[in-house]
């Protein structure tokens, strides 16, 4: 038998599920605040990973991926333990907020400190309850308010352990990146724990493409990791391009923006990209790639200033057009009207 897996002051026993109710720093009006970690702590040995959603306030989509994934069945077959976090940053998304009421990001705050801000306190609290206890995770996002991003995966692939689980995410679209200082991808490989950072769609919004295909990479990396049975492999399995670097377009001017090339687009070196208006006088002022390679996020919102990013375009090793059309098959696969749901786990 398996020893209990331990969060807080709370043991989950082999073979049981639980909902733990982690305390944290109360609400300013004196509310308690807890953070929520559903544990699914199997009696088979296997590996621990973690999934985490909102640690930015206003990013929603992974809170449903992370709902979707636990409603998946009775889990009677799973091997090892899987812990969720579906919210994070529950001081921001009470707010509607990216960042905490400190005005600190929490994603430039691990691994935290147990006597530092607000931030550094709740970075501190999952890095030493959460992360330290998992052997490999999954950390949810979404692009910013009025930006969207192509769904995608963010790692540092020179780790082939991390670029194994990549892979099996099965989106078009990996961008080989390096960590930021105090993000939870930097805390996670420096305690040697393969992390994948995925990104898609924007803040506030639910985004039903990118929702499908997080559940979805969710679950093929727990087949890959062996905690899920392996399912006959699709008549035609994603294989991602990767992205080594990436590239931001800003606004020539101030003005309104009139985008003209959607997410996924493949586009060449001075094609045009959208145009900035002055609401004003009238003039025109065009917006053109600085490189080729595919857009894989895009402002959202006609209001930008001088300098505001606008499109992010990725470039690949490999043929745009190729990468621009597996997107699009991609796409399709999760579109409404094609998408069909996995069998329940059991």
Same mark, same amino acid.
């Given at each position: 038998?398996?020893?209990? @897996? ?6 989950v ?13 109360? @609400? ?16 088979? &040995?296997?590996?621990?990973? #973690? ?7 206003? &990013?929603?989509? $992974? ?24 919210v ?5 998304? %009470?707010?509607?907020?990216r960042?905490?009421?400190?005005? =600190?990001?929490?994603?430039?705050? #691990?691994? +935290?400190?147990?006597? $530092? ?7 501190y ?12 995770? %999954? ?30 995410? *099965? ?13 939870? =991808? ?5 305690? +040697? ?5 995925? &990104?898609? *769609? ?27 049975p392996?399912?006959p492999?699709?008549?035609?399995? %994603? ?41 004003y006088?009238? &003039? ?5 790639? =600085?490189?080729? $390679? ?35 098959? #991609?796409?399709?696969? @999760? ?9 329940e786990? %059991?």
């Amino acid at each position: 038998m398996r020893a209990d @897996f331990i969060v807080g002051n709370t043991r989950v026993p082999a073979g049981e599920r639980s909902l733990v109710q982690l305390p944290i720093a109360g @609400f300013n009006l004196g509310e308690p605040a807890t953070l929520p970690v559903h544990v699914l702590h199997s009696k088979h &040995e296997g590996p621990t990973l #973690f999934i985490s959603a909102a640690v930015h306030g206003d &990013e929603l989509n $992974g809170v449903e991926i992370v709902r979707r994934v636990l409603g998946r069945g009775r889990w009677k077959r799973l091997k090892g333990t899987l812990v969720a976090v579906p919210v994070v940053n529950v001081y921001g998304i %009470v707010r509607a907020s990216r960042y905490l009421p400190d005005r =600190r990001d929490l994603n430039r705050n #691990f691994p +935290g400190s147990e006597r $530092g801000s607000l931030a550094a306190r709740l970075a501190y609290v999952f890095t030493h309850e959460i992360v330290r206890r998992c052997t490999h995770g %999954v950390d949810l996002h979404t692009g910013a308010i009025h930006r969207a991003n192509l769904p995608q995966i963010r790692a540092n692939l020179t780790d082939p352990e991390t670029e194994r689980l990549a892979r099996a995410f *099965g989106v078009p679209v990996v961008v080989n990146s390096l960590v930021r200082d105090g993000s939870l =991808r930097q805390c996670a490989a420096e305690l +040697g724990i393969p992390i994948l950072l995925y &990104e898609a *769609g924007e803040a506030l919004r639910y985004d039903e493409v990118a929702i499908r295909a997080g559940v979805q990479g969710v679950l093929g990396v727990m087949r890959e990791l062996g905690m899920l049975p392996s399912q006959p492999p699709k008549p035609k399995k %994603v294989d991602p391009f990767v992205a080594n670097q990436t590239t931001w377009v800003r606004a020539p001017v101030t003005g309104m923006l009139r985008a003209l090339v959607p997410l996924g687009t493949s586009v060449a070196e001075g094609e045009l990209l959208a145009h900035v208006d002055n609401p004003y006088g009238g &003039e025109q002022t065009s917006v053109t790639a =600085r490189v080729a $390679g595919v857009v894989i996020g895009r402002a959202q919102c006609p209001l930008v200033h001088e300098g505001d990013a606008v499109y992010h375009i990725a470039h690949f090793r490999d043929d745009s057009d190729a990468v621009e059309e597996e997107v699009s098959l #991609f796409r399709e696969e @999760f579109e409404v009207s094609s998408y069909s749901t996995e069998p329940e786990i %059991v």
